[in-house]
């Protein structure tokens, strides 16, 4: 006779990490700002109320997904260890208090970005919002110095090297672009007369803006993790060196495009 076997016997599935619950919070909320959306026609300067709290959403997915990915990968000692634990839950803290703030702005059709009109807004968007992006961004670094640290990782050497290099810059030049979007009263250099933008990004094509500056800082934790991954599969004899080269012209790049828009020169004049 076959033995009873109890469920305490049986292995644990494992719970799924807290930074793909939030990646699932993240996508949750794109697809409410995307359903919403059109049973909404107010505008905020000219934009839709729902298009921030749906550009941010979409971008927190990409951000916790991309941390997933490269944790799932880390060593037990550290995907377990405290400091990344730790990391996660105050991204996670400063996710919530962002999207909240920006859901409820839009609600009121009200700007949740460089809204100075009352103390409440003031202390909302400079120290609420402006210390979680922070703590953010210093977060991506985090994990990039881990993978650095983290010698039992299961990465290849040209995507070890794209994640530190990626995750790293993606901090330093989102500190330089975002700090000094965030010291502006807007994204724009100049004052635009016919407000004439690029197509589905909304970038200024008539005056300088600081936006696609911090897409390309944003975006360095993806795209050079992913060149080095392309490195390894292509059988790259020195991926790292490769992916260190690659970092420094992203990173040129991203700032001439930074320094573009503060001489009020759009990205792309139309």
């Known amino acids: 006779m076959t033995p009873l ?31 919403w959306a059109p049973f909404d026609p107010r505008l905020i300067d000219g934009t839709p109320v729902w ?11 990409a951000l916790f997904a991309t941390l997933a990915l490269v944790e799932d990968r880390l060593s037990l000692r550290w995907r377990n260890g405290l400091i990344l634990r730790g990391t996660t839950t105050v991204m996670g803290t400063a996710m919530v208090l962002e999207m909240g703030y920006m859901i409820y702005q839009a ?3 009200e700007a949740s970005h460089f809204n100075f009109s009352t103390p409440f807004h003031e202390i909302m968007y400079v120290s609420v919002m402006g210390t ?18 983290d010698r039992d990782a299961a990465l290849t050497p040209g995507l070890r090297s794209g994640v530190t290099w990626g995750f ?11 700090g000094t979007m965030s010291t502006s009263t807007g994204h724009y250099v100049g ?5 004439t933008r690029l197509p589905f990004v909304g970038w200024s094509a008539e005056v300088g803006d600081l936006r696609p ?34 970092g420094a012209g992203y990173a040129a790049l991203t700032l001439a495009v930074f320094a573009q828009a503060l001489m009020g020169l759009p990205l792309i004049r139309l």
Do not use: N
Not at 169 to 178: K, M, N
Not at 221 to 237: K, N
């Open 213 to 246: 500056a911090h897409f390309l800082s944003l975006h360095a934790m993806q795209a050079l993790p992913l060149l080095g991954l392309l490195l390894d599969r292509a059988g790259s004899a020195r991926p790292g060196r490769t992916v260190a080269l690659a």
């Open 51 to 61: 298009a921030k709290p749906l550009k941010f959403a979409v971008s927190f997915v």
């Open 107 to 109: 609600a009121r059709a």
């Open 5 to 35: 076997v109890l469920s305490r016997d049986l292995p644990a599935a494992r719970a799924p990490s807290l930074l793909w619950s939030l990646t699932a919070v993240a996508a949750a909320l794109t697809l409410l700002a995307l359903v």
């Open 191 to 195: 004052t635009p007369v016919l407000d």
């Open 132 to 149: 979680g992006a922070v703590l953010l961004v210093l977060g991506i670094a985090v994990f990039g110095v881990a993978v650095a640290r």
């Open 168 to 178: 790293v810059l993606s901090c330093v030049l989102t500190l330089v672009v975002a």
